[in-house]
């Protein structure tokens, strides 16, 4: 049984990191790609960005310029840096097992994270 | 990016009744299609694959067709369970992105 657990923190000011990391438990971690999707309160959701078990990492045009997303295989974990958040960046932050074919079979609880002054 | 556009936005309906989901692209996607289920305070939940394929576990009243730009989600039959917002998203191309939404309410 696959299960995603994730955690980081909820609350930000303006101008700073948003951070977050989900474990993996159970199934293949490297047969996957693991991504981050976002779902703004009352809204739609939002894809950031991917990585394969190795590193490769592809990221949403619009977020590329703040966003880095990491692994470590030892621990089955990915993490997600937003720099420079800002309001809108307000959101509930979701990880996802995402296939070869780039669809989400596996999602994390998640995380809501706050951007306020 | 290829936009995804969900109708209706919503939809109000009564246990037992068949419901369809209108997803079209803005360009042909083939029958590169899912479809989720998200309640309120969840996360969402994978219900079709590739625009028709069921995934394990998820009821059979629930279905899907088409293919290139329009594609379709049916609930046979509605169940009090089925009351949710539905997406869909295409991984044709990247990036990957997301139907707005179909609210699915009880009327």
């Known amino acids: 049984q696959v299960h995603l657990q994730q955690w980081g923190a909820g609350l930000l000011k303006p101008s700073e990191t948003l951070s977050l990391t989900c474990a993996v438990y159970g199934g293949s971690f490297s047969g996957y790609y693991w991504s981050w999707i976002r779902q703004p309160p009352g809204k739609g959701l939002e894809w950031i960005g991917e990585?394969?078990?190795?590193?490769?990492?592809y990221y949403s045009p619009s977020l590329k310029s703040r966003v880095t997303i990491s692994v470590d295989t030892s621990k089955n974990q990915f993490s997600l840096n937003l720099s420079s958040v800002t309001a809108a960046d307000t959101a509930v932050y979701y990880c996802?097992?995402?296939?070869?074919?780039?669809?989400?079979?596996?999602w994390g609880q998640g995380v809501l994270v706050t951007v306020s002054s | 990016d290829i936009q995804m556009t969900q109708s209706p936005s919503t939809l109000s309906a009564s246990v037992g009744d068949r419901v369809t989901i209108t997803c079209r692209a803005s360009q042909s996607i083939n029958s590169w299609l899912a479809w989720y289920q998200q309640k309120p305070g969840k996360a969402p939940n994978l219900l079709i694959y590739?625009?028709?394929s069921l995934e394990s576990g998820v009821p059979s009243r629930f279905s899907g067709s088409g293919s290139g730009t329009e594609f379709t989600l049916t609930i046979s039959s509605l169940q009090p369970d089925d009351f949710a917002t539905y997406y869909c998203?295409?991984?044709?191309?990247?990036?990957?992105?997301f139907g707005q939404g179909t609210k699915v309410e009880i009327k």
């Open positions: 990585i394969s078990h190795s590193g490769s990492t």
């Open positions: 998203q295409q991984y044709y191309r990247f990036s990957w992105t």
């Open positions: 996802a097992r995402t296939t070869v074919t780039r669809y989400f079979d596996f």
């Open positions: 590739k625009a028709s």
